[in-house]
Nanobody, 123 residues
Framework: QVQLVESGGGLVQTGGSLRLSCAAS????????MGWFRQCPGKEREFVAA????????SYAVSVQGRFTISRDNTKNTVALQMNSLKPEDTAVYYC????????????????WGQGTQVTVSS
């Protein structure tokens, strides 16, 4: 198993940037592909970005393509989400997740989840 803890959320103005981080502990981190999801107010949780075990492959939701970048450091057991050009519609609780599958974008493919971190983008 793996335990995940997100950090880095906060309040930012439109057009600003935030960097979320997720620290993993437990089983070997490089065994898992990682993903970021978010739940906007009044909406279901949705896929944001994913990265393969080695970091060589990534996938993004259309809504964040070109603005967000997912990365991982297998030596530090962390995965990050760099968020630039933030918009009010990016306001959400952001979750880090781990999967034993290859690069995955569906929530039901992820077995391990963090507790979430709040991101609020003011207009």
């Amino acid at each position: 198993q793996v335990q995940l803890v997100e950090s880095g959320g906060g309040l930012v103005q439109t057009g600003g940037s935030l960097r979320l981080s997720c620290a993993a502990s437990g089983r070997t981190f490089s065994y898992y592909a990682m993903g970021w999801f978010r739940q906007c107010p009044g909406k279901e949780r949705e896929f944001v970005a994913a990265i393969s075990r080695s970091g060589g492959s990534t996938s993004y939701a259309v809504s964040v393509q070109g603005r967000f970048t997912i990365s991982r450091d297998n030596t530090k057991n962390t995965v990050a989400l760099q968020m630039n050009s933030l918009k009010p519609e990016d306001t959400a609780v952001y979750y880090c997740a781990a999967t034993e599958r290859a690069l995955a974008i569906r929530q039901n493919e992820y077995a391990y989840w963090g507790q979430g971190t709040q991101v609020t983008v003011s207009s």
